[in-house]
């Protein structure tokens, strides 16, 4: 079937794109890539993907462009799904013999009420979906695809068996070049990473047991399963000789550094190939690690610091103390690796005072930037399940991470600490970081580099008053 890859219009700056970790409006406008939805995309031949959020796409717009193909997968997330479920709608009535797919976390782990929701939706796809989709596309009878939940002729709700975890990383196609061919790479723009870059994933699954973390609870799995040293950096290489304005590589992996010696054999191999590169990191990674990685070409990391408040990491089962965290950060300073860390507000065990110290914490290791997020209790993480056993939710349980205008809302309320305070705390937690004269100096010093750092900054830094003007409100 002629299959066209989806992300769906949606809040005007939302970044719900099938990249995206937590689904909500930015602090300042960022896209990542759409990776989950460009890997099936390279094992259907003359398939299209289509981000119409980040290409800024119209409802009509993308109509038109749907409405050209046999089957459309559409992916979508907890706070995007009641916009999507009304864009295949809308497809359906235009093209009544449209096939309409959903993946991604939320359907993943509640199949049978995504299903309901709507006639629009024929199927949804469970689990790992990329061979799913694959063989939808090539007209497999639905009843005999594993890892399938879909509305059968007589209207009845049919489950398949699940699909087996894919262990040979190496068996999926590159990405990049889907992104080559059907992306706009400009558009893909994130504040602490060089423009224009590229994200990709050498592995999934995560071996952490994070309470709050989606992917890992709803469709990775907690195995590291990885590509081979060798496919990794063959699609690097296939970046620079083919991508050349591509400034730098973020490889996205829930925590690339899980595996240390893979990670510094990936690192020299990045270094021979001349590229910059960044990853995601927990902050215990050793000094003679993160030395090595430095001298092969690594930027940036970004690090889930979470709290400062060593409880609440244990209660979320983090796997990290803050004595290691901050021993950590005075290595990557040492080193002269910058750091991009995210904290989040309303974790387990949250308090005002709790509040207060990790706004201190996160003064003390001072990363270059920081992006705060509210406690967000996506269904399928067993954050969702203890919030819904102690009545942290609101009393009818609907799940509300983002406003209509698509900004994150404190969905988790505790006795001693109101969703209207945590909410708040947020923009004080970014003006206490920010405002402070030696942050504002080291920005006006990397401003001061070049004139392309300049510009970026200061319109980053119009986007984030704008935050948090509107946050205020």
């Keep these: 079937m002629k299959t066209l890859f989806l992300q769906a219009p949606s809040y005007d700056g939302f970044d719900g794109g099938a990249g995206s970790r937590y689904q909500a409006k930015r602090e300042v406008r960022s896209f990542w890539y759409p990776t989950w939805l460009a890997q099936p995309a390279a094992l259907v031949p003359d398939s299209r993907v289509l981000d119409a959020t980040a290409d800024g ?5 993308a109509l038109d462009v749907a409405t050209q193909y046999d089957l459309v997968v559409i992916h979508t997330s907890t706070p995007s799904f009641p916009t999507d479920a009304l864009f295949a709608e809308d497809l359906k009535k235009r093209k009544p013999s449209l096939l309409v797919g959903l993946v991604g976390a939320k359907v993943a782990v509640d199949p049978h009420n995504s299903l309901i929701a709507t006639e629009a939706i024929d199927f949804v796809c469970r689990e790992e ?5 694959k ?8 009843a005999q695809i594993l890892g399938l939940s879909y509305r059968a002729p007589d209207g009845s709700i049919e489950h398949n068996e699940a699909r087996p975890i894919l262990e040979n990383m190496d068996e999926l196609p590159f990405v990049a070049p889907i992104y080559k061919r059907d992306l706009t790479i400009k558009n893909y723009f994130n504040g602490y990473l060089k423009h224009p870059y590229v994200s990709l994933y050498t592995g999934r699954g995560c071996r952490s047991k994070c309470t709050f973390c989606l992917w890992p609870q709803t469709v990775g799995g907690h195995r590291y399963r990885v590509r081979s040293v060798e496919n990794v950096l063959e699609e690097v290489k296939w970046i620079r000789d083919n991508m050349p304005e591509v400034k730098e590589i973020m490889f996205d992996d829930d925590t690339f550094t899980d595996f240390k010696p893979r990670a510094e054999e990936i690192a020299r191999g990045m270094g021979k190939l001349g590229v910059t590169w960044s990853c995601n990191a927990k902050a215990n990674v050793p000094y003679s690690t993160l030395k090595i990685m430095r001298e092969n070409g690594l930027r940036l990391l970004l690090v889930g610091y979470e709290s400062g408040d060593d409880q609440i ?7 990290l103390r803050t004595d290691i965290a901050r021993r950590f950060a005075q290595d990557c300073r040492t080193l002269g690796i910058k750091v991009h860390g995210t904290f989040i507000l309303g974790l387990p065990g949250e308090t005002p005072e709790t509040i207060q110290k990790t706004i201190e914490y996160a003064k003390e290791i001072n990363p270059l930037t920081i992006q705060v997020s509210l406690a967000a209790p996506y269904p399928g993480t067993r954050l969702y399940d ?16 983002v406003s209509k205008e698509g900004v994150q809302l404190a969905a988790i309320g505790y006795p001693h600490l109101s969703r209207d305070e945590m909410y708040h705390q947020l923009e004080n937690f970014y003006k206490r970081f920010y405002f402070r004269p030696s942050k504002i100096w080291e920005i006006l010093r990397e401003m001061l580099t070049s004139w392309d750092m300049m510009k970026r900054r200061l319109r980053e830094g119009v986007e984030f008053f704008r935050f948090l003007r509107a946050h205020e409100a």
Excluded: R
Aim: with cysteine.
């Design 135 to 142: 063989e939808i596309a090539e007209g497999k009878p639905f």
């Design 386 to 401: 203890q919030a819904v056993e102690n009545g942290w939710l609101a009393e009818n349980k609907v799940i509300n991470l």
């Design 129 to 133: 979906f990329d061979f799913t989709c």
């Design 57 to 61: 796409l119209s409802v009509e717009a």
């Design 313 to 319: 990491l244990l209660n979320v089962k983090k796997g």
